[in-house]
């Protein structure tokens, strides 16, 4: 059964740092990987979605990075600001006949002025 | 941009009652999906729907749950009875070609609360 674990739960940074989100899947056999934001209380916002030939995806300050045989992913966030304080979760669609995503528990990221 | 919109925001309701929790999906998108997330857990799948029918569903997604798509806009999750433990936050979501290459679109959610 696939499992997704988010290291750390929550993080906090001075605006402007360079940060990395972590995530890591239990199975290597994968479609794709979805990171997503969810504000307090919101919906679930896509930021990048990694097939699994991929490596990485970039758009705008954001970099994620996939390593499939190692069953890790990275969200790489640049020059970090005060908006981007949210909770960030990465999911897989696990390789076989399920086309259900599986989340991680997320990563809560406040970023302070 | 096209987005997925879910109503109502929030509901309120007694521990028994039918719920009916509505989605409008990204017009040209074919697959339909319900997940939910309880309160500080993980956001989990309920249903899939595609071609008008439950393409895979989770062992929560019981008896007392069903989905619709009665006309062709309107996607909607029904809870017949609904119990405490169905207190969450509901997401509807769309894909709009290949479940496993798409990138899935989720609106803003439907808060349900059991009392």
């Known amino acids: 059964k696939q499992e997704v674990t988010q290291i750390p739960a929550a993080l906090s940074v001075p605006e402007g740092e360079n940060l990395v989100l972590n995530c890591s899947f239990t199975?290597?056999?994968?479609?794709?990987l979805q990171w997503f934001r969810q504000d307090p209380g919101k919906g679930l916002t896509s930021l990048l979605l990694i097939q699994s030939s991929q490596r990485e995806q970039t758009s705008g300050r954001l970099n994620a990075s996939l390593d499939k045989s190692s069953g890790r992913s990275t969200l790489y966030i640049a020059a970090s600001q005060p908006g981007d304080s949210a909770t960030y979760l990465c999911?897989?669609?696990?390789?076989?006949?399920?086309?259900?995503?599986?989340f991680g528990k997320g990563t809560k990221l406040t970023v302070n002025p | 941009e096209p987005e997925v919109t879910q109503t109502p925001s929030h509901q309120v309701t007694q521990m028994g009652q039918e719920v009916i929790l509505r989605c409008v999906p990204i017009?040209?998108?074919?697959?339909f999906y319900w997940y939910r997330q309880i309160l500080g857990q993980k956001v989990e799948f309920l249903v899939s729907f595609y071609n008008n029918e439950i393409s895979e569903k989770s062992e929560i997604f019981d008896d007392q749950f069903s989905v619709e798509r009665p006309d062709g806009s309107n996607f909607t999750l029904k809870i017949r009875s609904t119990k405490l433990e169905d207190s969450a936050m509901y997401f509807c979501?769309?894909?709009?070609?290949?479940?496993?290459?798409?990138?899935?679109?989720f609106g803003e959610g439907s808060r349900l609360t059991v009392l």
């Open positions: 999911a897989v669609i696990p390789q076989g006949g399920s086309e259900k995503l599986v």
């Open positions: 017009s040209n998108h074919l697959y």
């Open positions: 979501a769309s894909i709009s070609s290949s479940r496993r290459e798409g990138e899935l679109f």
């Open positions: 199975d290597s056999a994968i479609y794709n």
